[in-house]
């Protein structure tokens, strides 16, 4: 490939609340069973935000995380990029209530909404800006508290869906190492096969749309899964033929974590063994952009990524949007 500013992950952190909800807790609450959720999902138990905790609250601490293992100061970061579909309100930004609370106070902040792409979309930002010389230190999170927009009366969506944060700061590399390539797409025509109606102006809150429930994610499971797996397997291919690595190279596939039988699914997709996948769904379930740094952290954490290890990201959200990255850690 070209020369060109590459950017680089010099640090990742991540957070999730105490609370745990298990499948147990949801045999309580809804017609369902562990087994069922186990088949279905591969998910065991979610985190849940407490009542005094907000996203940014989840954001800052994964921030901080991913400061400390920078070795950098929040002072140092110059731009700060979260992905979420649940901020803390309609404005300002989550992202500058997160710049708040870790004194990050010489950066520009902004959220970006992709949904569970969000953090593909985020990461390809700021390489972008990177690479056009206008950051040096951008400091990247996906964080969500899902759990309150979730209804806990639709059997078909409250088991999927968990609360936490992920962070990486990306800062121009220091050789070979970096971000290798980027994809991004999406197609609005599908936008009511995963949504809300309320918490934005065409269905302004009233006590009529909270009554009907329009604050809630709606899904249509079936026809989200079988453009999750399309999309997901699609991504992988495009951003191995990007980059002209090859399948044989990929150490670590980490995958959204929405679904097991869709992880799987792109790792087949792109012929990776089932060592060279990485997933911890069990025990978060869905966190949505949140999901592939909360991974990506776990992952780094406990020895699975090395230096040097090539490293593919692969998600899909709402919208529909999707995308992908190959990473040489």
């Not at 930004?93 to 909404?113: H, L, P, R, Y």
């Amino acid at each position: 490939m070209p020369d060109k500013t590459r950017s680089m992950i010099i640090g990742t952190g991540s957070y999730a609340p105490e609370k745990i909800l298990t499948n147990q807790d949801l045999e309580k609450i809804v017609d369902t069973t562990d087994e069922w959720i186990r088949e279905r999902t591969g998910m065991q138990v979610r985190h849940v935000v407490g009542p005094d905790e907000q996203n940014s609250d989840l954001a800052a601490h994964a921030a901080q995380s991913a400061l400390a293992s920078a070795g950098l100061s929040a002072a140092e970061i110059d731009l700060i990029i979260l992905a979420t579909v649940t901020g803390d309100s309609g404005f300002p930004s989550t992202a500058c209530f997160v710049q708040e609370k870790i004194g990050a106070v010489n950066a520009a902040a902004m959220d970006i909404g992709a949904a569970c792409a969000g953090f593909i979309y985020a990461l390809d930002l700021a390489d972008s800006q990177i690479a056009a010389g206008k950051a040096k230190r951008v400091l990247v999170i996906g964080s969500e508290v899902l759990t309150r927009i979730t209804d806990y009366s639709d059997r078909n969506t409250c088991v999927l869906f968990g609360d936490g944060a992920g962070a990486a700061v990306v800062v121009p590399s220091d050789g070979k190492r970096g971000i290798l390539g980027t994809f991004t797409k999406s197609d609005g025509r599908l936008n009511q096969l995963l949504y809300i109606e309320g918490l934005g102006t065409r269905v302004p809150p009233s006590h009529e749309s909270v009554d009907a429930g329009q604050h809630f994610v709606k899904m249509a499971g079936r026809e989200v899964f079988k453009y999750a797996v399309k999309a997901m397997g699609d991504s992988a291919e495009e951003v191995l033929r990007i980059t002209g690595l090859t399948n044989k190279e990929v150490d670590l596939l980490i995958s959204h974590q929405a679904n097991l039988r869709i992880i799987e699914a792109t790792a087949r997709r792109i012929n990776l063994p089932a060592d060279r996948v990485f997933i911890n769904i069990e025990k978060y379930g869905n966190t949505s952009s949140a999901s592939i740094p909360l991974a990506l952290d776990e992952a780094v954490r406990s020895g699975r990524i090395k230096p040097g290890d090539l490293l593919v990201l692969v998600a899909f959200g709402a919208g529909f949007t999707w995308g992908s990255a190959a990473i040489r850690y």
